[in-house]
């Protein structure tokens, strides 16, 4: 009776909250409310729902550069919403599911400590002005970046209870989220690729950060993501290999496909070196702890394994290759000279040579060099294309249920396969000359190899199966990705870096210990949550003044208004902070821009613009003609003309001004963006009477003044010794538990560890927990893995007391 008391009484608080939050939101009130009602009716007839909405949506329900909204985010409202849905309706009797004891105690440890580290960053309190929520410099950054930890804590009786409730809740909810957000997420990299530098464009200097917002001072968020939600791609693959209905299973197999294609793409394109570190150490644990089980129940095929390892290897090389001589075209006539390879080795329908066959073959090779030789546009690529599509339409009726069909399959392949290889050869030296032909010929070489080793030896090394198809796309598509973006000048230019950049950061970490307070309680409970900001900005080691800014107030007619301040660094006055604000600036358009401006000296030079911005970098920027009055303490008004610059339809256009300049400060105030055409104002809050509403800010190219960028690091900054300590056992505990559930064939462990395996190792070069929504995630995967049947929980102790009193008993027998 007193749990279910307390749970109503918990929803009706969390609900109050929510009305309150949503109150002082920066959004459109009524479609908000509007918004929230229907999630909260669809809730309350379906309350697990929350368990595919909260992975859903944490990735991509980010609207800040838009609202200006940094504490309060759109993901809070969603989950204040679902938290207090859930405990209204919450089953009060005791759990099927639960942590371990020890995974609870280690949990409540972590917490005490976070609760210590979030009051010592609160300190000193500061009063509630309208700088409390609108600035990470701010002592109540310590209540953003606790917000992680508290949803991790509010969310656990309701997985709990929710998981309890539906034995497939995984894979009803859980997995479809992840993989949902995940390709939200990717697709919006997609996006901005296309619409910035070019979706194929390796060339140029630009790291998407598609809808995490918090990458606006750097930082690895959308690695970190990618990092933790990829390997539940394998999840959904291995699920589908093992599902009893076909139709379902295929449709798994397809979309688990594509999911990794396009996960794949865009964590490469990020040309982020933590990312292939994650990715590969993500696949390195799911390799390890399948070969462990597998090699404890004795089931290792090393025939196998080391062909397939042999084969993955002289193939990866080939098609390397073949892209550096043949170019895109080359690699993707490879890649299907190598599936058609696939299904002739692989298939079970015997071949049968015959003078149809051989002379169909003539004909089509003779086609081949006719239409590349005989004058026809492209005829390279149609001689592929009729070569393929014959192959494809063989593999079809060798997949027929009718063994007629089969026969004639399988003679259409063999027929086909010689021109397919010869058309390929022709594509990749059509597009990169003679000196591609060497390459590819390689590469149709080792397919025709892989055929006959496969049909003539003792024994096939492949066949046909689901697992082997599966494997073979999975490394297809991988590969498809990785080559292109591995052989481009801006990746070298990357990696080519990795030493320097090293040194660079090693010194950024010792000095972020160094700001630490020389006290025992600073050693023991560190600077507290969300302090780094300010203590970089007031305690640096080189004297630096990051960029600034703030709202002020002053008993005048302007009221509130806005203070930017310079930026002045070691290697000179350089990166400057941006305030930022959409605008829905049309190519070529006539606007007015006025605003009142008071300097502090002429070294603080106020420039303002518009530019096609997504996030982190302006381009195609229309600056107006401004010539600055010397300033004299006063207030004085501008008034100038802007025309835009060619802007597509589907680009974001954003408005930025800046302060620049070796030191001082610049006050802004009425600041107005008109059209001449229609009259309409751009500019929302331009008088900053509501504070940050719809204002954001950016530090495009400096980020240390903003994170440490180590995990590890930051966690002892933040936490101190005991919390960094309480942390490091809950993490390397559940990781063995979790372990030890992989190499007993337990994919939820396996799958889990390698995400969170990801996760940590971007730490390696970035803050993570600084990111709320990042906290969520990593603890929502562990909970998720490590919740267990209590009766399984139960049953673990007293089979380890049996087996040791067995080893007792066989001991003193011996």
């Keep these: ?267 490469f394109a990020l040309f982020s070196r933590d990312i292939y570190l994650a990715y590969g150490g993500a696949l390195a644990v799911v390799a390890l702890l399948s070969f462990g089980h597998r090699l404890r129940g004795d089931r290792i095929n090393w025939r196998t394994v080391l062909g397939a390892a042999v084969v993955l290897t002289v193939i990866s090389f080939a098609l390397y290759r073949v892209f550096a001589t043949g170019g895109y075209r080359g690699l993707a006539a490879a890649l299907i000279v190598l599936a058609a390879a696939l299904v002739l080795a692989g298939t079970p329908e015997r071949p049968r040579l015959s003078a149809a066959v051989i002379g169909f073959t003539v004909l089509l090779c003779g086609i081949d060099l006719a239409l590349t030789y005989g004058g026809v546009v492209k005829g390279a690529y149609l001689a592929f294309g009729l070569s393929a599509t014959l192959s494809g339409l063989g593999a079809v009726l060798l997949f027929s249920a009718v063994p007629a069909l089969r026969s004639r399959g399988m003679a259409l392949a063999m027929a086909a396969a010689p021109s397919l290889g010869l058309s390929a050869v022709l594509v990749a030296v059509h597009w990169g000359g003679v000196r591609a032909a060497p390459d590819s010929v390689l590469l149709v070489a080792i397919a025709a190899g892989l055929v006959l080793l496969n049909r003539g030896g003792a024994g096939p090394l492949l066949r046909l199966d689901r697992q082997t198809t599966t494997a073979a796309l999975f490394s297809g598509i991988v590969l498809a990705m990785l080559i292109p973006i591995t052989s481009s000048y801006y990746f070298t230019e990357r990696f080519a870096t990795v030493g320097a950049d090293a040194g660079v950061r090693l010194r950024h970490w010792n000095e972020a210990v160094l700001m630490m307070q020389p006290d025992l309680a600073t050693t023991a409970f560190g600077m507290g949550l969300g302090a780094y900001p300010r203590t970089y900005f007031w305690k640096n080691l080189h004297g630096e003044i990051p960029g600034s800014y703030s709202y002020q107030d002053e008993q005048t007619e302007h009221g509130r208004y806005l203070r930017l301040g310079t930026a002045r660094y070691e290697a000179g006055y350089g990166e400057v902070l941006r305030m930022l604000q959409h605008v829905p600036a049309r190519t070529g358009g006539r606007y007015s821009l006025s605003f009142d401006l008071r300097r502090s000296s002429a070294d603080a030079v106020f420039f303002a613009g518009v530019c096609a911005r997504w996030l982190l970098y302006p381009e195609n920027c229309a600056y107006p003609k401004l010539k600055l009055r010397a300033p004299d303490g006063q207030w004085q008004h501008y008034e100038v003309a802007l025309n835009g610059q060619i802007w597509p339809a589907a680009t974001p256009t954003q408005f930025e001004m800046a302060v620049d300049g070796k030191q001082g400060y610049a006050d802004v105030d009425n600041l107005s963006l008109r059209d001449l055409d229609s009259g309409a104002e751009l500019l929302s809050n331009g008088g900053f009477s509501a504070t940050s509403n719809h204002w954001f800010f950016s530090s495009d190219r400096n980020h240390f003044p903003w994170h440490i960028k180590n995990f590890y690091v930051n966690s002892y900054f933040e936490l101190g010794a005991v919390g960094a300590a309480a942390l490091g056992l809950l993490l390397s505990a559940s990781f063995a538990s979790l372990a030890m559930r992989g190499l007993n064939g337990d994919s939820t462990a396996t799958i889990a560890l390698a995400a969170m395996a990801g996760f940590l190792l971007v730490g390696l070069f970035d803050s993570l927990f600084d990111v709320p929504r990042l906290t969520l995630v990593f603890f929502m995967v562990l909970y998720a893995a490590s919740l267990r049947p209590q009766r399984a929980m139960a049953a673990s102790p007293r089979r380890s007391r049996q087996r040791r009193r067995l080893h007792v008993e066989a001991a003193a027998d011996t």
């Excluded at 991509?60 to 504490?71: R, Y």
């Excluded at 599911?97 to 609760?115: D, S």
């Excluded at 929710?162 to 809740?169: E, K, N, Q």
């Excluded at 995940?182 to 598609?210: H, I, K």
């Design 1 to 267: 009776m007193m749990a279910r008391l307390f749970s109503k009484l918990l929803a009706l608080l969390l609900t109050a909250l929510l009305v309150g939050a949503a109150a002082v939101y920066p959004a459109d009130k009524r479609l908000l409310a509007g918004l929230l009602l229907a999630v909260g009716a669809v809730l309350l007839y379906r309350p697990g729902l929350w368990l595919l909405l909260a992975p859903a949506l944490l990735p991509l329900l980010d609207f800040a550069p838009w609202t200006g909204s940094i504490f309060l985010e759109d993901l809070d409202l969603l989950l204040l919403l679902c938290a207090a849905v859930g405990y209204w309706r919450l089953d009060t009797r005791p759990p099927l599911l639960a942590l371990p004891p020890w995974q609870r105690g280690l949990l409540v440890l972590l917490m005490l400590c976070v609760a210590i580290s979030t009051w010592i960053g609160l300190q000193p309190l500061p009063p509630l002005d309208a700088n409390a929520f609108t600035n990470y410099n701010s002592p109540y950054n310590s209540l953003r970046t606790a917000k992680g930890y508290l949803w991790a804590l509010v969310l656990l009786p309701l997985m709990r209870r929710s998981a309890a409730r539906d034995p497939d809740w995984l894979m009803r909810y859980f997995v479809p989220g992840m993989l949902i957000g995940l390709a939200g997420t990717c697709l919006a990299v997609l996006w901005e690729r296309n619409t910035f530098p070019g979706l194929l464009n390796f060339s140029a200097d630009y790291r998407p950060t598609a809808p995490f917002s918090a990458m606006h001072t750097g930082g690895a968020a959308l690695d970190a993501y990618l990092a933790i939600s990829l390997p539940f791609v394998l999840f959904w693959l291995h699920d589908a290999r093992s599902h009893a209905d076909q139709h379902r299973a295929r449709t798994r197999l397809v979309s688990g496909l594509l999911l990794l294609a396009l996960g794949s793409f865009a964590g």
